[in-house]
Structures are given as C-alpha cells and as structure tokens.
C-alpha cells in the first residue's frame, strides 16, 4: 500500500497497548503496511509533528484532535479519529500529606467522587484561612481529559480550578518525579505513573478516573483528514490492525506476552508486573498495600471501546467551553463530533458494529443530568462553577 515505513509518535502510557502491540505482534505487517513507532515525550510534540506532517499518524489525547479541528491552542489542522486507544485509563494520585488531610476531612466513601470533593472544598478554605499557597494539581495539557476530569471532580465539590488551586501541565514521564519533589500536591495522569508513585511510597490513589466519567474517552488514532481522505486504504488497515490488537490484549491468556511487548525500553519501559495490574484493572492504590480493583479502569477493546463515540466527542467540547478556552457555537459542536469517525471504523471491519454496553449517554459522570450531546447549553446550566467565555 505505501513504498515507505509510517511514522506514528506515541507517549509511554498504557493506552498506547493497541498501537505497540498492533505493530510488534505483526497485525499491521499482515495488514501490508510497515509502521515505525516513535516514542515521545509530551503531547505537544506528538500533535505538532503529526500537525506538520512528521507523523501520518498518532496515539493522541482525544481532546487534541477536537482542538486540533477547531483551531484552538494552535494552527488549525483537522483530525480524523477511527479508532479509540482507550476508554478511561487515568487516575488521581495526591501526596501522603494531601490523602491525609483530605481523610481527615471525609464524609463518606473514600471511592465516593462527590465525597472527596466536598473534602477537597474543606481543605483548601482550611488551608486559605491559615495563609497557605494553594495546592498545586499536575495534567497533562490544557486540552486534555485528565484536565477536565479534575476540573468536573473539583468543581462538583465546591472547588473553582481557576481559583482555589493551581493546575500546572507536566508531561506524563515527569508526574512522579514532580510529586517526589513537592513540585505538585497531586496529579492526574493515565497508567503507569500513578502505579510507579504508590511503588515508591510517595503517592496514594485517590479516585480512577472511571470514578468521574464511567465512559470517558481518552486517546484516539488520530489521522489529519486531509491524509485520510487520500489514503483510504491505508486508514481501513490501520483500523483493522488495532481492532485485532485490541482483542489480543484483552484476553487474559495473552496478558504475559503483551506485557513483556509493553515493558520493552523503546515502549512503556516499566516492569511487566505493573502493566499486569494496569491490564486487569486490579491496582495498588496505597503504600500501605491497600488494593482495589475495577472492571471500568481501562478499556481497550471490549464493551465496544475502540469504536469512536461522536457523543465522547461533544461532552469533551463542552468542557473547553465550561472552561472559557472557545465560545459555543453549533459549527463547532458539529466540527467536534465530526472528529469520532464511527463511520471509519465500520467500514474497517465492513459491518455496522452495535455497542453492547457502557453508559446510557455515553459518559456516565458521576454529577449533573444526563449528556444530551445535542443539548451543550443544558449541560453548561446544569453546573455552578463554569468560566463562559463571552
């Protein structure tokens, strides 16, 4: 199909499984295609270089490809996505001292969203009263889920992101460093980090992130459209390719060998034993040995996960605009929802595929009415704390 290898950047996280083990287990060598994998280190190089055209391809935050399309935060360059790398996948990992303050202020389930929240509120007037800086939150980017996830967490509890605490972006490898160091009082960031943090005693898992949003997408195969629409073909292979890969990582049988594929020092370069945990969604989520375990803290191909939802796409757009970085507008609501392909990824597989399962409205969060992905303005309303632009 193409005379030279594709280039496609990704970053060391779990939710690149379907991208690494697509390629160095051969399911995209028996698609025809040759696909050299480059490892990165922030988003902002993995959009730039796919932007650019360095990059045919990418494992990319969903809200990349959305702001992308739109022109926000950079050049306008319209991205297709046929394929979901991952449903959820992320977590929110505070420092010893933070867990502890927060559980002293706790009413309620510690796995309870709303109840954290409400903690979060209390600690962070009690530390405002006492003349203390604000706590200091790490994401990953500005157009990120792991932004979003924290703002809706907090914001639900009473706390104003913009306001009571600093959100300070930090690519992905850095995040435990960060913590070790006293850079940040907590992070959201998807696996491995948060695992790394608990191994080395310095961080405690407050929430997964499937806590927040039951469905939330997180990084797509992002494709720019103009390449797409070139190359048809090639984007029906690449789908295919990662719809097989994903089924392989999924069944527990295979779990040592894409393990050991993921742990390689070109991939995720962390021990196979913490991806094990990450892939059965059963985590350490304290220094003290506590564990829990989750059927929704990743998902990489089942229930239907690899198929875009244009719904993910609309609820992610709401965000941007809840959090003043665009205006509403129905052209960009439609652009936004445009960038889910569902109609790729049939047409990869030749069949129109039902979703068997996973929240009524696509999302599941765990605050607010349900998503009416055509309805964004009774989504903003349904919310106190929002930063509307205009």
Same mark, same amino acid.
């Given at each position: 199909m193409t005379n030279h290898p594709l280039r496609i950047g990704f970053i060391p996280l779990v939710d690149a499984a379907a991208l690494?083990? &697509?390629?160095?287990? +051969?399911f995209i060598k028996a698609e025809g295609l040759d696909v050299e994998l480059v490892r990165e280190v922030s988003w902002s190089n993995v959009r730039d270089k796919l932007n650019i055209g360095l990059f045919e391809a990418a494992h990319l935050l969903a809200p990349v490809a959305i702001a992308s399309s739109l022109g926000l935060g950079h050049v306008k360059v319209p991205i297709v996505a046929p394929f979901n790398l991952g449903i959820n996948g992320n977590a929110i990992t505070v420092s010893p001292a933070l867990h502890s303050a927060l559980m002293s202020e706790l009413e309620g389930a510690p796995t309870d969203p709303m109840a954290t929240a409400q903690a979060l509120r209390r600690v962070v007037l009690a530390r405002a009263r006492a003349g203390a800086d604000p706590l200091t939150f790490g994401m990953t980017f500005p157009f990120s889920t792991h932004n979003y996830q924290l703002r809706f967490w907090m914001a639900a509890g009473g706390v104003d992101p913009d306001e009571d605490v600093r959100l300070v972006v930090l690519p992905p490898p850095y995040m435990v460093d960060s913590l070790a160091n006293g850079h940040v009082d907590a992070f959201c960031v998807g696996a491995p980090w948060n695992s790394? &943090?608990?191994?080395? =005693?310095? +961080? !405690?898992?407050? !929430?997964?992130?499937?806590?927040i949003l039951r469905g939330g997408a997180e990084? $797509?195969? +992002?494709?720019?459209?103009?390449?797409?629409e070139r190359q048809p073909d090639i984007v029906a292979a690449l789908t295919r390719a990662h719809i097989e890969a994903a089924a392989f990582i999924e069944a527990v049988e295979n779990r040592d060998e $894409?393990? %050991?594929?993921?742990?390689?020092?070109?991939?995720?370069?962390?021990s196979p034993e913490v991806l094990?945990?990450?892939?059965? =969604?059963?985590?350490?989520?304290?220094?003290? +040995?506590?564990?829990?375990?989750?059927?929704?803290?990743?998902l990489v191909g089942r229930e239907g996960a690899g198929r875009p939802d244009p719904a993910q796409a609309a609820w992610l757009y709401a965000q941007m605009v809840r959090w003043g970085q665009t205006v509403i507008s129905p052209e960009a609501l439609k652009t936004a929802k445009a960038v889910f392909r569902p109609d790729l990824y049939d047409a990869a597989v030749g069949a129109t595929v039902e979703i068997s399962s996973g929240p009524?409205? %696509?999302? =599941?969060a765990f605050a607010g009415p349900a998503f009416d992905p055509d309805n964004i303005e009774a989504h903003l309303a349904a919310f106190e704390? &929002? !930063?509307?632009? =205009?």
């Open positions: 690494i083990v &697509a390629v160095d287990r +051969g790394v &943090a608990v191994d080395q =005693g310095i +961080g !405690h898992i407050l !929430h997964f992130t499937s806590d990084k $797509v195969l +992002g494709i720019r459209q103009s390449w797409a $894409v393990t %050991a594929i993921l742990a390689k020092p070109d991939r995720i370069d962390v094990q945990r990450t892939l059965d =969604g059963k985590l350490k989520i304290s220094p003290d +040995g506590t564990w829990r375990e989750s059927g929704r803290y990743l009524a409205d %696509a999302v =599941g704390i &929002a !930063h509307l632009k =205009g």
